[in-house]
């Protein structure tokens, strides 16, 4: 990794890391507030709101594995010279291990919270027997063989870690995280077994094997706490809008206007609701602003174009308005990622909410947020109906290949996107 890349890696362990402890503290709070068990069911704000811990959880958790797994894929096998990875994908590891202990920690006795966080939640993908699927990951033979060999492997580097720290703020922020929860990785034997033994008893295997959905799944090896997550379904995709297809794009983009992308196999798919789950706001020349779990930044276009299926939708508003949104995009270039999904502050942002904020207000233009876990949010979707009903957008082009090998516009195009894209 180059070293501009590894830093806003680290950075964006640091940042889950700090979304992972808030939700400790929101579950924490939570649990200590409802009284299902006089009832035996959740009110509609306590379901809201256990919903919503468990979305974003699910979020943040993706995020990680898709940190892990480009280190891996990055640099391979740990080295002096790679230090810096390792301490990024072990913190990361770290912070995954100790999420899904709190949870356990916190709810695992629970019937009534166990049972709700095992329901699918289909607008978000997430499966039934998720919340047992992740406790069975804890007690994995694999996964605690590799954790004790992540452990190894710190311990015995640990002089040159901290000494590579002394030379960099974010690895000693980074070494402030694995010295804070690391310990909770280190189980003994006997401990293990028991746990393995306790949740085999509340039969997680046979919930895991019938859950239909095709998971994102980790299991941590040699990389010192190193995921393999299945961040792609399916790990021989490369995704790619064809060369051809992004010639014509170029030649048809403005200032100002909005990218909805999907990518086929991707796990981020399945935790933001349908068939096109991102938006990328296009500021000009090759330049875009874009959220992504790194935080919200300038990318090139090689970003939205490193997608399966790619739409391009404009606000209907004047280049004097267009060029004012443009500005207030990149206002927002630097802030991190919102995990937690909450368009009421602006300091923390989701893809959508960087449309959202760079086009409110111009010429009129509105959007109306849907409540979704909880939060009232805009996806990505919401815009397409808008393109759709010629409310605040038009149709400019889509590439999806699911229906068509061209890029399609006019009534073509507007096919594709009824076809596509969920009724609200």
Same mark, same amino acid.
């Given at each position: 990794?180059?070293?501009?890349?590894?830093?806003?890696? %680290?950075?964006?362990?640091?940042?889950?890391?700090?979304?992972?402890?808030?939700?400790?503290?929101?579950?924490?709070?939570?649990?200590?507030?409802?009284?299902?068990?006089?009832?035996?069911?959740?009110?509609?704000?306590?379901?809201?709101?256990?919903?919503?811990?468990?979305?974003?959880?699910?979020?943040?958790?993706?995020?990680?594995?898709?940190?892990?797994?480009?280190?891996?894929?990055?640099?391979?096998?740990?080295?002096?010279?790679?230090?810096?990875?390792?301490?990024?994908?072990?913190?990361?590891?770290?912070?995954?291990?100790?999420?899904?202990?709190?949870?356990?920690?916190?709810?695992?006795?629970?019937?009534?919270?166990?049972?709700?966080?095992?329901?699918?939640?289909?607008?978000?993908?997430?499966?039934?027997?998720?919340?047992?699927?992740?406790?069975?990951?804890?007690?994995?033979?694999? /996964?605690?063989?590799?954790?004790?060999?992540? /452990?190894?492997?710190?311990?015995?580097?640990?002089?040159?870690?901290?000494?590579?720290?002394?030379? /960099?703020?974010?690895?000693?922020?980074?070494?402030?995280?694995?010295?804070?929860?690391?310990?909770?990785?280190?189980?003994?034997?006997?401990?293990?077994?028991?746990?393995?033994?306790?949740?085999?008893?509340?039969?997680?295997?046979?919930?895991?094997?019938?859950?239909?959905?095709?998971?994102?799944?980790?299991?941590?090896?040699?990389?010192?706490?190193?995921?393999?997550?299945?961040?792609?379904? %399916?790990?021989?995709?490369?995704?790619?809008?064809?060369?051809?297809?992004?010639?014509?794009?170029?030649?048809?983009?403005?200032?100002?206007?909005?990218?909805?992308?999907?990518?086929?196999?991707?796990?981020?798919?399945?935790?933001?609701?349908?068939?096109?789950?991102?938006?990328?706001?296009?500021?000009?020349?090759?330049?875009?602003?874009?959220?992504?779990?790194?935080?919200?930044?300038?990318?090139?276009?090689?970003?939205?174009? %490193?997608?399966?299926?790619?739409?391009?939708?404009?606000?209907?508003?004047?280049?004097?308005?267009?060029?004012?949104?443009?500005?207030?995009?990149?206002?927002?270039?630097?802030?991190?990622?919102?995990?937690?999904?909450?368009?009421?502050?602006?300091?923390?942002?989701?893809?959508?909410?960087?449309?959202?904020? %760079?086009?409110?207000?111009?010429?009129?233009?509105?959007?109306?947020?849907?409540?979704?876990?909880?939060?009232?949010?805009?996806?990505?979707?919401?815009?397409?109906?808008?393109?759709?009903?010629?409310?605040?957008?038009?149709?400019?082009?889509?590439?999806?290949?699911?229906?068509?090998?061209?890029?399609?516009?006019?009534?073509?195009?507007?096919?594709?996107?009824?076809?596509?894209?969920?009724?609200?």
């Amino acid at each position: 990794m180059c070293d501009l890349e590894l830093e806003r890696t %680290s950075q964006t362990v640091l940042d889950l890391a700090d979304h992972m402890n808030r939700l400790r503290e929101d579950a924490v709070t939570f649990r200590d507030s409802f009284a299902t068990g006089d009832r035996g069911y959740f009110s509609p704000t306590e379901d809201e709101q256990v919903t919503h811990l468990w979305v974003s959880y699910h979020q943040a958790r993706n995020a990680l594995l898709q940190v892990i797994d480009s280190i891996r894929s990055s640099v391979g096998e740990p080295t002096q010279e790679t230090a810096g990875e390792f301490l990024a994908a072990y913190a990361a590891s770290v912070v995954l291990v100790d999420a899904a202990r709190t949870l356990r920690d916190l709810f695992g006795d629970d019937v009534i919270v166990r049972r709700k966080l095992n329901e699918s939640f289909d607008l978000f993908g997430i499966a039934e027997g998720s919340f047992d699927a992740v406790q069975m990951s804890l007690t994995n033979f694999s /996964n605690a063989i590799g954790i004790k060999r992540g /452990n190894r492997f710190f311990d015995e580097h640990l002089t040159d870690l901290h000494k590579l720290a002394d030379t /960099n703020e974010t690895y000693q922020k980074l070494l402030g995280v694995i010295d804070f929860i690391g310990e909770k990785t280190r189980v003994e034997h006997r401990s293990y077994i028991r746990a393995r033994a306790r949740d085999r008893t509340k039969h997680v295997v046979d919930k895991v094997i019938q859950s239909g959905l095709v998971r994102a799944v980790y299991a941590i090896q040699e990389w010192g706490g190193r995921v393999v997550g299945r961040v792609s379904t %399916s790990l021989s995709h490369v995704p790619r809008i064809p060369l051809g297809i992004c010639d014509g794009i170029r030649g048809l983009i403005q200032p100002g206007d909005v990218f909805v992308t999907r990518k086929t196999y991707a796990a981020t798919n399945y935790f933001l609701p349908g068939y096109w789950p991102h938006a990328v706001f296009y500021i000009g020349g090759d330049e875009v602003v874009e959220a992504q779990a790194d935080g919200v930044r300038r990318r090139t276009l090689d970003s939205p174009f %490193s997608n399966d299926a790619i739409v391009v939708i404009r606000p209907k508003l004047d280049k004097l308005l267009c060029a004012e949104a443009v500005s207030r995009a990149t206002s927002h270039v630097g802030k991190p990622y919102d995990f937690d999904f909450d368009f009421t502050r602006g300091d923390r942002l989701v893809c959508t909410e960087v449309v959202y904020r %760079s086009l409110e207000g111009l010429g009129g233009t509105q959007f109306v947020l849907s409540r979704r876990a909880g939060r009232e949010t805009l996806s990505a979707e919401d815009l397409l109906r808008m393109a759709i009903s010629g409310e605040r957008f038009e149709q400019v082009a889509v590439f999806c290949p699911d229906h068509d090998e061209g890029l399609l516009v006019g009534a073509e195009m507007d096919r594709i996107l009824r076809a596509t894209v969920a009724c609200d």
